[in-house]
């Protein structure tokens, strides 16, 4: 049995400007990261609920990422905007933001409105 009921770890993966693969850490996640622990403990989460800073999730074309367990949840291309709804809907209700939601690998094809990135794929 876990200690918390759900595990969400943000990639904060720091990597030198010149690399083509670019990093989360450029793109926010660190910001993101303590927003959403912020934001979670603001909910009432604290000790169901913890968000981690996590190394590379090889999942640098999705933006920025994060994964949920036990839920095996792929988040991408994450914004400060997204983060109440992820503390809202996913953490607090257990549902799936499907807007957000990636297959890591999988290179989808058109930006999601407000990214700077590729759009969050289908449903894993």
């Known amino acids: 049995m876990s200690r918390f009921a759900c595990h969400?770890?943000?990639?904060?993966?720091?990597?030198?400007?010149?690399?083509?693969?670019?990093c989360c850490a450029a793109r926010?996640?660190?910001?993101?990261?303590?927003?959403?622990?912020l934001a979670a403990n603001a909910a009432g989460l604290k000790?169901?609920?913890?968000?981690?800073?996590?190394g590379c999730l090889d999942a640098c074309e999705t933006g920025v990422s994060a994964v949920l367990y036990p839920q095996a949840?792929?988040?991408?291309?994450?914004?400060?905007?997204?983060?109440?709804?992820?503390?809202?809907r996913t953490l607090l209700r257990g549902e799936i933001?499907?807007?957000?939601?990636v297959q890591p690998g999988r290179?989808?094809?058109?930006?999601?409105?407000?990214?700077?990135?590729?759009?969050a794929g289908g449903a894993t």
């Not at 926010?28 to 622990?37: C, D, N, P, T």
């Not at 290179?107 to 759009?119: E, L, V």
């Open 97 to 101: 933001v499907e807007r957000l939601v």
């Open 73 to 88: 949840v792929w988040y991408g291309h994450i914004t400060l905007a997204d983060v109440d709804e992820i503390v809202q």
């Open 47 to 54: 000790g169901r609920v913890r968000v981690n800073k996590a």
């Open 107 to 119: 290179s989808p094809t058109a930006p999601r409105a407000g990214s700077s990135g590729p759009p």
């Open 8 to 22: 969400v770890f943000v990639c904060t993966n720091l990597r030198a400007p010149e690399n083509a693969k670019g």
């Open 28 to 37: 926010g996640s660190v910001e993101l990261a303590e927003a959403l622990k």
